[in-house]
């Protein structure tokens, strides 16, 4: 059975920092793309950033760029995204996701999202 689940979300003050954990079972880990998405309150899921199978590429939406930095530990079956300077425009339910293309298949997995709070 494939599992996402997201950890680490909660409230901090504007300038603060978080860490969320997705820990991956159910699946090669190591075979997958995994990505950050988030939800702010009344709008659609948006892209956050993307770390490669063997986490050696990233890329980054360009509200997060030099504030995020997301990383995987494949021994863990777990990625991270780690959040600097967080604003309260960073308000969002975030969701893990796993991603593989295998031919014409398309492997698409969701975490049920943690929710992060920016606010004094």
């Known amino acids: 059975q494939v599992q996402l689940v997201e950890s680490g979300g909660g409230l901090v003050q504007p300038g603060g920092s978080l860490r969320l954990s997705c820990a991956a079972s159910?699946?090669?880990?190591?075979?997958?793309?995994m990505s950050w998405y988030r939800q702010p309150p009344g709008k659609e899921r948006e892209l956050v950033a993307t770390i490669t199978s063997a986490g050696d590429n990233t890329n980054y939406a360009d509200s997060m760029k030099g504030r995020f930095t997301i990383s995987r530990d494949n021994a863990q079956n777990t990625v991270y995204l780690q959040m600097n300077s967080l604003k309260p425009e960073d308000t969002a339910v975030y969701y893990c996701?796993?991603?593989?293309?295998?031919?014409?298949?398309?492997?698409?997995?969701w975490g049920q999202g943690t929710q992060v709070t920016v606010s004094s």
């Open positions: 996701n796993a991603r593989r293309r295998l031919g014409i298949r398309k492997y698409d997995y």
């Open positions: 159910g699946f090669t880990f190591n075979n997958f793309a």
